[in-house]
């Protein structure tokens, strides 16, 4: 039997809505294709945006998008994405599949596309190839509402109001990628960069994000720019085995499942050892943890460019969802932001494309489940669960670059919140491969007189939506919990993720 206390009355902390963010990054078919198609494209769109895909995304309130990358950012100028899209210049993507761009999406694509789905952009600004600058022009671009020269330009290409933006990233990934620079010279540069990183439009600010890595690099950057920045990138990839091996996202046995679900567990830890050196700098805990990257990466699906990192999407993903959600959710207090690896067609994906077709994930009816949550109030859970360990003893990639040792994982994972209207909701997730779970759930400063609530899950491991049978995976009504003296009891079939709703 697993318990969980429910501690209704302790809620002050709010679960930023921005940790459902999302990633769009010039790679493989997440742009080109999954995204943006083209204003002449037979496909039905909107200002050359697929339709399909932007209704889709819409239902999950996406708080924010991040773009252009990733490691494209770290080569991408700005001013090739902007003007009369017949004279944009091609460039090759030097880091994902060595193709040819037309940069017809850019910057007023990208913000129009925001505006689409109602959400604030988050732009990663190229530090690792570009100059200060260029990242200030940007900006002066995007923000600046007076006359200069950046803005009329803006104005010249057809926009002449500014846009609203909040957040920044003052480079991506500069320990690698970004220009495999040391801790204190990314410091050094990242206090230069961010002095001339200004929204131009007065009384708004930008929440700028400094390039975070592991224990070691991190309290360089703390120590040495803490005052300077609001947020810390920190990147953490569930990854079975090593870089070069590692797996396949459908064909997979129990040793692969149990294994991932430690690999995802330990983004505690990560979240914990970047918290607690935060705390020796910030301990107001004014700047946040940005988990800007994160979610499943395995091998690419057999006959696909490899350099494009096309994965399928089984129920497995949607329990490393759900399981990481409730970690951000229960680390509110410093995760602010978070943004999944990405949004369509790449790694772990919300939305599937090929050709017109077109398919949900179970990740993201994850996401849908869960938004609930959005700038809800965290209510404590305290949870006492039984193991579930894994057959081998590894080393898992906690973070790029970084490692950490396994542990036996909790079966349960949970987390709680109170919204606007005051109705809680509790989401669950069994992580076992096999085995129901029987969950009883104390309710401590609360008198539930109603529950009610929805369960993802599949009849196999590696069950998937395909374009020939896209609803296979897809929520439905739980009717597996009940109201008990002090709170309710409900069993968890096997591989679920559950929502409950209490009134």
Same mark, same amino acid.
């Given at each position: 039997?697993?318990?969980?206390?429910?501690?209704?009355?302790?809620?002050?902390?709010?679960?930023?809505?921005?940790?459902?963010?999302?990633?769009?990054?010039?790679?493989?078919?997440? =742009?080109?294709?999954?995204?943006?198609?083209?204003?002449?494209?037979?496909?039905?769109?909107?200002?050359?945006?697929?339709?399909?895909?932007?209704?889709?995304?819409?239902?999950?309130?996406?708080?924010?998008?991040?773009?252009?990358?990733?490691?494209?950012?770290?080569?991408?100028?700005?001013?090739?994405?902007?003007?009369?899209?017949?004279?944009?210049?091609?460039? %090759?993507?030097?880091?994902?599949?060595?193709?040819?761009?037309?940069?017809?999406?850019?910057?007023?694509?990208?913000?129009?596309?925001?505006?689409?789905?109602?959400?604030?952009?988050?732009?990663?600004?190229?530090?690792?190839?570009?100059?200060?600058?260029?990242?200030?022009?940007?900006?002066?671009?995007?923000?600046?509402?007076?006359?200069?020269?950046?803005?009329?330009?803006?104005?010249?290409?057809?926009?002449?109001?500014?846009?609203?933006?909040?957040?920044?990233? =003052?480079?991506?990934?500069?320990?690698?990628?970004?220009?495999?620079?040391?801790?204190?010279?990314?410091?050094?540069?990242?206090?230069?960069?961010?002095?001339?990183?200004?929204?131009?439009?007065?009384?708004?600010?930008?929440?700028?994000?400094?390039?975070?890595?592991?224990?070691?690099?991190?309290?360089?950057?703390?120590?040495?720019?803490?005052?300077?920045?609001?947020?810390?990138?920190?990147?953490?990839?569930? %990854?079975?085995?090593?870089?070069?091996?590692?797996?396949?996202?459908?064909?997979?046995?129990?040793?692969?499942?149990?294994?991932?679900?430690?690999?995802?567990?330990?983004?505690?830890?990560?979240?914990?050892?970047?918290?607690?050196?935060?705390?020796?700098?910030?301990?107001?805990?004014?700047?946040?943890?940005?988990?800007?990257?994160?979610?499943?990466?395995?091998?690419?699906?057999?006959?696909?460019?490899?350099?494009?990192?096309?994965?399928?999407?089984?129920?497995?993903?949607?329990?490393?969802?759900?399981?990481?959600?409730?970690?951000?959710?229960?680390?509110?207090?410093?995760?602010?932001?978070?943004?999944?690896?990405?949004?369509?067609?790449?790694?772990?994906?919300?939305?599937?494309?090929?050709?017109?077709?077109?398919?949900?994930?179970?990740?993201?009816?994850?996401?849908?489940?869960?938004?609930?949550?959005?700038?809800?109030?965290?209510?404590?859970?305290? =949870?006492?669960?039984?193991?579930?360990?894994?057959?081998?003893?590894?080393?898992?990639?906690?973070?790029?670059?970084?490692?950490?040792?396994?542990?036996?994982?909790?079966?349960?994972?949970?987390?709680?919140?109170?919204?606007?209207?005051? %109705?809680?909701?509790?989401?669950?997730?069994?992580?076992?491969?096999?085995?129901?779970?029987?969950?009883?759930?104390?309710?401590?400063?609360?008198?539930?007189?109603? =529950?009610?609530?929805?369960?993802?899950?599949?009849?196999?491991?590696?069950?998937?939506?395909?374009?020939?049978?896209?609803?296979?995976?897809?929520?439905?009504?739980?009717?597996?919990?009940?109201?008990?003296?002090?709170?309710?009891?409900?069993?968890?079939?096997?591989?679920?993720?559950?929502?409950?709703?209490?009134?």
């Amino acid at each position: 039997m697993h318990r969980i206390v429910l501690n209704a009355d302790l809620g002050q902390q709010k679960i930023s809505r921005h940790i459902y963010g999302h990633f769009a990054e010039h790679l493989g078919r997440c =742009v080109y294709e999954g995204l943006w198609v083209g204003e002449d494209s037979p496909m039905p769109n909107t200002r050359g945006f697929r339709n399909d895909v932007v209704d889709a995304l819409r239902k999950l309130n996406i708080p924010n998008l991040r773009w252009p990358g990733g490691c494209f950012a770290d080569t991408y100028n700005w001013k090739d994405g902007i003007g009369p899209r017949e004279k944009r210049p091609g460039v %090759v993507n030097f880091h994902w599949g060595g193709t040819v761009e037309n940069n017809h999406m850019g910057t007023h694509e990208f913000l129009d596309l925001c505006e689409m789905l109602g959400c604030e952009p988050y732009i990663a600004g190229n530090m690792g190839s570009g100059t200060v600058r260029e990242m200030a022009e940007w900006l002066e671009y995007i923000t600046m509402p007076a006359h200069s020269p950046m803005a009329d330009l803006r104005r010249k290409n057809g926009r002449e109001e500014p846009w609203a933006i909040q957040f920044w990233g =003052v480079g991506n990934e500069n320990w690698g990628c970004g220009g495999n620079m040391r801790a204190e010279y990314y410091a050094d540069l990242f206090r230069q960069y961010q002095s001339y990183c200004r929204h131009f439009t007065p009384g708004q600010k930008l929440y700028k994000v400094a390039c975070g890595l592991t224990n070691d690099w991190n309290d360089v950057l703390m120590r040495e720019a803490a005052r300077f920045m609001h947020g810390l990138s920190i990147h953490y990839y569930t %990854v079975n085995g090593p870089w070069d091996k590692k797996g396949s996202a459908t064909d997979f046995n129990v040793d692969d499942w149990q294994l991932t679900m430690q690999k995802a567990a330990n983004i505690e830890d990560f979240i914990k050892q970047t918290a607690a050196i935060m705390d020796r700098y910030d301990p107001a805990k004014r700047v946040g943890i940005v988990m800007d990257e994160w979610g499943t990466w395995f091998e690419v699906e057999p006959g696909t460019n490899p350099g494009f990192l096309y994965q399928q999407n089984t129920i497995r993903d949607a329990l490393v969802a759900g399981l990481s959600l409730n970690v951000f959710h229960n680390h509110a207090d410093r995760v602010q932001v978070a943004n999944i690896a990405q949004t369509v067609n790449v790694l772990q994906a919300m939305v599937l494309t090929d050709g017109d077709k077109i398919l949900l994930t179970p990740t993201y009816h994850v996401f849908e489940m869960f938004k609930v949550h959005q700038d809800a109030t965290l209510l404590p859970t305290a =949870v006492q669960a039984e193991e579930y360990v894994a057959a081998r003893g590894m080393i898992g990639t906690a973070g790029a670059g970084g490692t950490t040792t396994l542990s036996a994982t909790p079966q349960i994972s949970a987390s709680a919140s109170r919204d606007a209207n005051g %109705v809680v909701h509790l989401s669950l997730c069994n992580l076992h491969h096999a085995d129901a779970a029987d969950v009883t759930c104390d309710l401590r400063g609360m008198t539930a007189t109603g =529950v009610t609530g929805r369960v993802l899950t599949a009849p196999a491991m590696n069950t998937m939506n395909t374009f020939e049978q896209p609803n296979t995976v897809e929520p439905m009504a739980f009717g597996g919990a009940t109201l008990t003296a002090s709170g309710l009891s409900a069993t968890l079939p096997a591989r679920s993720v559950v929502v409950l709703k209490l009134t």
